[in-house]
């Protein structure tokens, strides 16, 4: 009797420890790497469980740790999690290493028309990345700063740029007007190449050679603009350290005036009270340009599925939930990222919830994509050279010529 | 004589058996996780490994000849070595003055020890934050206290300058590091016997002389294998040069070199080459280190 009370008991168990695995499979949750600004709140991912019945296992990275983690996981063949951010930077080299899957299959016709920055996301033919966050830069300003310094409209040229900023200085007491960051990251290479079609020109011809080593080339009036701009105090010194995501805490807490690389989408997060104590004051104008007419970079963000994702349909669930017109919605008033599909910010600003929407919308029509025929795996490796040579021009530590030709030496280099 | 003979085997074979199935554990992981990883990465480091391009050709040294002719490499370097400098002689006259401390201590010497340890518990990361706020230029709080007292009048970007940069990266991993080289100086000098000291008082031997003939001679194993320690962890600075100034080619290290050419530029192989090089470059400096204490501060 005890033993087949023993017996019973153990195929029990072992029936139990057979089954598990499978239920446990059936209720897990998908995991999904994404940016902090891309921190979806519980409001959110609870609309994705009523809509998809799954469950949403959320890691929030770094940018570079992102990167990082992307990197080492599929070296080892093994992906970071089922659905991972994508930054139009990393296409060329994620493409070229075949690390994606193709995401053309999993969008609808009606919604690829939607979706004009697909480009940006296409390598070899795949679209590896669908864009969800559309990230292009616009001039932000405070506009009590320039009212106080009697400046009613905002600069259009570079050059009444420096003049507001100095008159912001002297009439409005802002200590350091002028909003960029000098540090060695992304973030102040990306400012630089937004300067650098502000006045006038390019970083590459069509064969990919640097533009930006003469003097009269808009690369060099740029790195120029940023190390005058320091030097008279119209930057503040600190920027040598600062991030990009600092600089829009200086933006928020009424400390500067212009941001001049401001992120699109983030207009919505310095017009809340509740992130942002200049709400009432934040206001957009459109990059200013030498020739009068503005120029701008797109440099939105997507969603990929690594080609060793574990759960690719609900990868692909999520991607498509991402896209809807209340999720976008969601994900611009909550979390200040501007929708990629053209209906839904269309939307957003017939309702008038887009803020300063006619100038965004204005300004989107002019964004151009930093590289027309696609973002090359070289770009990583030249666009640290632009960070760490900028930073040093910045300190004092080489000249401008010498930063810019080191910057041509090592994108040289990177090609080959 | 055939008799003693296996006995004698049979004695070798007990107790290298017992000696062998305790020493197995650390071998397989140590085998596994070091030898065996630095045994591929010296492979590898002779082919191109870079997931972008097609293949894995075998190149010779050309990975080792590129890192000569990189300026980035040389100057990540030569900021190593800095580092290596300033920091190890922070850890060791700052571990051996607070192994002196701790030793003659007799009121409060617990506390005393878990706050020299205390730096130590934390976690790379989380100390180089603490200290970013400490050096921020706006608020930080350096810039503060010397304001304070009247020594500068106006904030300073302390990282704008790449010598005073360097100096602040090296003193945070010292910060760090230091407990270390007190503990284990610490546990050298608690292995003198007191009765040497009274022997040199009785001869009139004066505090410096004592320390001079008695601590510093008995503790130079202990010394050495401060020293390489220190070595060691300064060739592999990181985590705070990365905080403190991201990749800012000023204070850049080997390391952060390292990590750019593998995971940011996807150069893996030029990255598995860097690190063998650094690897070899902190083995000879402690080999130095090693010898030279040890023939130094040996009576005989």
Redesign the interface.
């Known amino acids: 009797m005890k033993r087949r009370i023993l017996l019973s008991a153990a195929a029990v168990l072992g029936l139990g420890a057979a089954i598990l695995p499978f239920s446990a499979f059936a209720a897990e949750p998908l995991s999904v790497l994404l940016p902090p600004w891309v921190t979806l709140p519980k409001e959110m991912t609870d609309k994705f469980t009523a809509k998809t019945k799954g469950t949403l296992d959320v890691q929030t990275l770094g940018w570079d740790e992102i990167r990082t983690k992307i990197v080492t996981s599929m070296m080892a063949n093994t992906a970071p999690a089922s659905a991972t951010e994508m930054d139009w930077s990393w296409v060329g080299q994620f493409g070229s290493a075949n690390w994606y899957d193709d995401l053309s299959g999993v969008l609808s016709d009606d919604l690829k028309k939607d979706l004009p920055t697909t480009s940006i996301f296409t390598f070899d033919g795949k679209l590896i990345g669908v864009p969800y966050n559309n990230d292009f830069r616009i001039l932000i300003y405070n506009k009590a700063h320039l009212a106080k310094a009697g400046i009613s409209a905002a600069p259009k040229t570079p050059d009444e740029l420096l003049a507001d900023a100095k008159a912001v200085k002297e009439k409005a007491g802002v200590q350091y007007p002028i909003g960029l960051p000098l540090s060695a990251t992304e973030g102040s290479a990306t400012a630089w190449y937004l300067l650098t079609k502000a006045f006038g020109g390019d970083l590459f011809d069509k064969d990919m050679k640097p533009l930006f080593t003469e003097k009269d080339s808009g690369g060099y009036k740029a790195m120029a603009f940023e190390v005058q701009a320091l030097k008279d105090g119209l930057i503040d010194p600190a920027s040598t350290s600062l991030k990009d995501v600092e600089i829009q805490e200086l933006f928020k807490s009424g400390k500067i005036t212009f941001d001049v690389a401001g992120w699109a989408g983030n207009l919505a997060v310095y017009s809340d009270a509740t992130k942002s104590q200049v709400a009432a004051d934040a206001a957009a104008a459109l990059i200013p340009n030498v020739s009068g007419k503005s120029r701008t970079i797109g440099l939105p963000g997507a969603l990929g599925v690594p080609v060793s994702a574990k759960d690719k349909e609900a990868a692909h669930a999520f991607i498509n939930w991402m896209l809807d017109t209340e999720t976008m919605e969601d994900n611009y008033l909550k979390l200040g990222n501007l929708p990629t599909r053209l209906s839904v910010l269309q939307k957003l600003n017939k309702d008038g919830k887009l803020q300063q929407g006619d100038m965004l919308i204005a300004q989107a029509g002019l964004v151009e994509p930093l590289f027309p025929s696609g973002t090359p795996g070289w770009y990583p490796e030249f666009s640290a050279a632009v960070a760490t040579n900028l930073n040093a021009a910045a300190k004092g530590q080489v000249s401008i010529d010498d930063a810019l030709k080191a910057i041509a030496e090592a994108a040289k280099e990177a090609q080959q | 004589m055939a008799q003693s003979f296996q006995k004698k085997r049979a004695f070798l074979n007990r107790e290298a058996r017992l000696g062998l199935g305790l020493s197995l554990p650390i071998i397989l992981i140590m085998g596994a996780l070091v030898i065996l990883p630095l045994i591929f990465t010296v492979i590898e480091s002779f082919y191109r490994v870079e ?3 097609p293949g894995m050709p075998f190149v010779g040294l050309r990975n080792y000849a590129n890192l000569m002719v990189d ?2 490499v040389l100057t990540s370097w030569m900021n190593t070595f800095i580092y290596v400098v300033i920091a190890v002689a922070i850890e060791t006259l700052g571990g051996l003055g607070a192994a002196l401390v701790l030793n003659k201590a007799r009121v409060g010497r617990r506390w005393l020890l878990a706050a020299v340890i205390l730096p130590w518990c934390l976690p790379p990361v989380v100390n180089a934050i603490i200290w970013l706020w400490i050096y ?3 608020y930080g709080l350096l810039n503060g206290l010397l304001k304070a007292v009247g020594l500068i009048a106006e ?1 300073h ?1 302390w ?4 010598m005073t940069g360097l100096f602040l990266v090296a003193v945070v991993h010292a910060w760090r590091m230091l407990p270390l080289t007190a503990i284990i100086l610490l546990a050298s000098l608690q292995s003198i016997p007191t009765n040497l000291y009274e022997a040199a008082r009785l001869d009139g031997a004066s505090s410096w002389k004592q320390f001079k003939m008695i601590t510093l001679p008995l503790i130079s194993s202990g010394l050495a294998i401060a020293l390489s320690q220190s070595t060691v962890f300064a060739f592999n600075l990181f985590d705070e040069a990365w905080i403190l ?6 204070t850049r290290s080997v390391m952060v070199q390292v990590y ?1 050419s593998a ?4 150069k ?1 192989s030029l990255g598995m080459a860097l690190s063998i090089l650094a690897m070899i470059a902190s083995l000879m400096v402690s080999a130095i280190y090693v010898l030279r204490v040890y023939k130094e501060t040996r009576f005989d």
């Open positions: 997931p972008m391009k300026d980035n921020n230029p706006s904030n970007v990282f704008n300058d790449r100034n991201g990749s800012s080619i000023g750019m995971f940011q530029n996807m893996f």
